[in-house]
């Protein structure tokens, strides 16, 4: 018997249900874990995300033939029951399980198992097989709580305000930027933004998710006040855009920023190790509680990741092939 | 502890050299004077002996993250420097303190006096008492990689700004070999030190690469040539006995080049030469010969034997105590001819020679010939020319030969280290031979960040084969790999040596089959070699 998904030219298919999760390429029908553009692309026939996902899908996509589900509700879609569980990665990601004749696989997308005050907070699913995420899947690789990154950031931004230096900090424009602005001492002053970032904060917004005030920064807007904290996509942090607002401090967010040559090839003033993805005990305790005898480490440091998981944790680990993701730099900022 | 490691911080934070310098000053006005002593000796390449393996720090440190050690290998090239990779994978520390740099140091010297397991034990404490930052700045202790993007004129610089004293009296203050144990920051720094003053060198006059044609510098008869050398820029003082040896960049050489020590027999006091320091045995050796010397602050006795230097002076900055940059370089040449022209073989100084010519396209041709003359192609300078400060356009012109180049095929990949580590900047070039490549030179620069990154994702989905962190990908790609010369090498499987190789562009138009051959790379050896 074929397993029930199997690796295609397209992505994960699963010919029981015949559809294909976060696929790649055009496929009649896409179930899709989030919004970022490596997992949601355009030219689906039709898309299937949890209600929390769909305005951002329909943001980025525009004109799409799609249908919203529940956290945890059970579709029947062919031969196949599937459902989405919170993945924590940000707001609206789902983890998609997928069950056929007993047999349950799960497909993580993205996540990480600390909750971060916005997403749903991830939610282990047992399973059979777990298709597993692993961007950072080497035990260099540890975060350190949320609470403690964002007293460094807090720190940053404060030191910055009473020096009448602007703080400009680079974030990916859906989830990071958001989780930021949600948990960022907001009474140090305000919080500009960028166009990218204010129109994700719009969408969340209006679906009821709970942000302090932004303020949308355009060049014509005049002198910016110093003690601002100004949130925007890493790109837009060398342009035209981010001269306009004169001295200024840099910093990225990011899991990258963990390793001291990454931070430094950005070129920053401050590099904050915060990511959302899992890190290397999230990972094993994401796999551990799953239960799953069969783990299929994807996107990441998949060959390491399998051997470790087989030759250590006895686990049968194959890498599932995958042709997500983009440049080093794009990985570096939106991680 | 916890102040070097915010004051690491600091530096590593920033890009701007002023910021680094500011915030070393600012250690060296608050830090203890033992604390103080150690920094200078670090960044002035003094550390404590290694009392550990790296080996033993790798498979310690494994055992305590609870990984095996072929996951800790696996994550070390990631990363890319072994103290970082120790202090990422360690769990985090369980206790605190607070202890100075002087106490870390001492514990690390006494640890060589005890037995192995007392060591371990010893660092495993320590580990568990350091968070991240702290426990890297520790490691790099232990290994002794202690640079951290300070170099000692950096380090001296801040120094001055700290205690007000000139640059150049602290540079020479540091000279010698006095160690943390043998000397204070009192002595060492702040007690009167009068030969200091009289070790100050000029500034360099450097100058810029010749744009366009020297038919635009106007009559031959104005300007005199030299051969551009390839060694390193040198200044050699003689005042009241002593010598003195700078090198660009303004650092104190002296220590490195013992043979100048000689040059106080054969020149008065108050004699200022500047010139290129060379490998010279009966003539000018190749780079790579000097190059052996280059780094090491310690001379071996073999090493004076089988690569000794000489300054080939080409310039007279101070005679008989004067200033003479401002006298014409025609006149202070031929001061330095009078000076240097009449010393026996066994003086560490040569006149190089002035390169006749009554035309432009005279010195073209002789030109052509530089690299024969192992150098790199011809100086100008104006002969009513005074002598400078820093780099300026006017009086003096590099005429550089073109590089060589040559189209190869990339054949394997590996990823940079520290700045440049998760993108593949090291890569290995082939030639064509029939149907098979011939690696013959590796090369890391010349692309811009965009190209590397786009490499980069190339190489990821094109990757053939792994061995450990190096890549063989799929034969596809072409570059133009620039270089400065070709010699006959017997350590390189190719057979050849190139000098400088860089990637001086990427050729997307040019397909596999029109790369070099195996043919065109001996020809070249065969020519230029």
């Known amino acids: 018997m074929a397993p029930i998904l199997t690796h295609t030219d397209k992505g994960i298919y699963c010919a029981a249900g015949d559809f294909w999760i976060d696929p790649w390429r055009p496929v009649p029908r896409a179930l899709i874990t989030h919004g970022h553009a490596d997992h949601a692309r355009p030219g689906m026939g039709a898309y299937l995300a949890t209600h929390a996902a769909l305005p951002v899908l329909r943001h980025r996509l525009g004109e799409i033939d799609a249908e919203g589900i529940s956290y945890g509700e059970t579709r029947r879609i062919g031969a196949a029951s599937v459902s989405f569980h919170p993945a924590g990665h940000v707001p609206g990601s789902a983890q998609i399980r997928v069950e056929v004749a007993g047999e349950v696989w799960v497909v993580s997308g993205d996540y990480k198992v600390e909750p971060d005050g916005l997403s749903e907070p991830f939610e282990p699913v047992r399973c059979h097989h777990f298709i597993t995420e692993c961007t950072f899947g080497l035990p260099v690789f540890r975060w350190q709580p949320q609470a403690t990154v964002m007293a460094q950031v807090n720190d940053w931004w404060r030191a910055n305000a009473s020096a009448g230096t602007v703080s400009m900090l680079g974030a990916y424009s859906l989830g990071k930027a958001q989780r930021l602005i949600a948990n960022i001492d907001a009474a140090i002053g305000p919080i500009l933004t960028h166009g990218a970032v204010e129109a994700t904060n719009a969408v969340l917004r209006a679906q009821g998710y709970d942000l302090p005030d932004t303020i949308h920064w355009t060049s014509d807007a005049g002198k910016p006040p110093r003690d601002a904290l100004v949130i925007a996509p890493p790109g837009a942090l060398d342009g035209q855009w981010a001269r306009a607002f004169g001295t200024r401090s840099t910093a990225f967010a990011s899991g990258w920023m963990g390793v001291r040559g990454i931070r430094r090839r950005r070129a920053g003033d401050r590099g904050f190790v915060i990511s959302d993805h899992a890190d290397w005990p999230g990972l094993l305790s994401a796999i551990r509680d799953t239960g799953a005898e069969n783990v299929y480490p994807t996107h990441g440091y998949t060959d390491i990741f399998a051997r470790y998981l087989s030759s250590e944790l006895g686990l049968n680990a194959q890498v599932w092939e995958a042709e997500y993701g983009g440049d080093d730099a794009e990985e570096v900022d939106a991680a | 502890m916890k102040d070097f490691a915010r004051l690491f911080s600091r530096i590593d934070e920033t890009n701007k050299t002023t910021a680094k310098t500011a915030a070393l000053a600012d250690y060296f006005r608050t830090a203890p004077d033992d604390d103080k002593l150690w920094t200078v000796a670090l960044f002035s390449g003094r550390r404590p002996k290694r009392a550990v393996t790296t080996t033993q720090l790798r498979e ?46 001492t514990t690390l010297k006494r ?43 950096l380090m001296t610089r801040a120094l001055a700004q700290a205690t007000g004293q000139e640059e150049t009296d602290l540079a020479h203050r540091l000279m010698g070999d006095w160690t943390p144990e043998t000397t204070t920051f009192h002595d060492l720094i702040e007690a009167d030190d009068p030969a200091a003053a009289g070790s100050r060198p000029y500034p360099f006059y450097l100058a810029y690469a010749l744009e366009g044609e020297p038919q635009d510098l106007g009559s031959p008869s104005d300007w005199q040539a030299e051969w551009k050398w390839d060694g390193i820029r040198g200044q050699l003082i003689v005042r009241d006995r002593q010598v003195h040896v700078w090198s660009r960049g ?12 000689a040059a106080a027999d054969w020149l008065p006091d108050g004699t200022v030469l500047d010139g290129e320091i060379l490998a010279w045995n009966d003539g000018p050796l190749p780079f790579n010969a000097l190059q052996k010397r280059i780094g090491r602050k310690s001379v071996s006795k073999k090493m004076l034997v089988e690569i000794p230097v000489v300054l080939a002076a080409y310039d007279l900055l101070e005679w008989q105590g004067a200033d003479l940059r401002e006298v014409p370089m025609a006149d202070r040449r031929a001061q330095l001819g009078a000076l240097i022209a009449p010393l026996p073989d066994d003086a560490p100084l040569r006149l190089p020679p002035l390169l006749p010519f009554d035309t432009w396209e005279a010195l073209a041709d002789t030109r052509a010939t530089a690299r024969d003359h192992a150098a790199e192609g011809v100086m100008l ?10 780099r300026r356009k006017g009086d003096w012109w590099k005429w550089k030969l073109d590089p060589l180049t040559i189209d190869a095929v990339m054949i394997y990949a590996q990823a940079g280290s520290g700045r440049r580590a998760n993108l593949f900047t090291d890569f290995t070039f082939a030639v064509r031979d029939g149907d098979a490549l011939v690696p013959f030179t590796k090369a890391y620069s010349g692309l811009t960040d965009a190209e590397f990154r786009e490499i980069t994702a190339w190489v990821r989905k094109n990757t053939l084969q792994r061995f450990g962190p190096v890549r063989q990908v799929t034969p596809h790609h072409v570059f133009e790999i620039a270089f400065e010369g070709i010699q006959a090498s017997t350590r390189h499987k190719s057979g050849v040596a190139l000098r400088f190789p860089r990637m001086a562009r990427w050729r997307k138009d040019k397909p596999l089959a029109e790369a070099n051959t195996l043919d065109d790379l001996n020809e070249m050896l065969r020519v230029y070699g």
């Open chain 2, 381 to 390: 300078k104006s002969r009513a020319g005074t002598y400078q400060v820093g």
């Open chain 2, 250 to 261: 303004e650092e104190l050489v002296t220590d490195r080049y013992p043979e100048f020590a």
């Open chain 2, 111 to 153: 640890l060589q006096e005890v037995e192995i397991d007392a060591r371990r034990a010893a660092i495993l404490s320590a580990w568990d008492g350091l968070e991240t930052t702290e426990r890297f700045v520790f490691n790099k202790l232990l290994t002794g990689g202690f640079r951290m993007g300070v170099s000692q004129k």
């Open chain 2, 60 to 105: 310690w440190a494994a055992e305590v993250a609870g990984i095996p050690l072929w996951l800790f290998e696996e994550a070390y090239p990631v990363v890319g420097d072994l103290s970082e990779t120790i202090a990422l994978v360690l769990p985090r520390a369980t206790s605190s303190s607070d202890h100075s740099l002087t106490h870390w140091i």
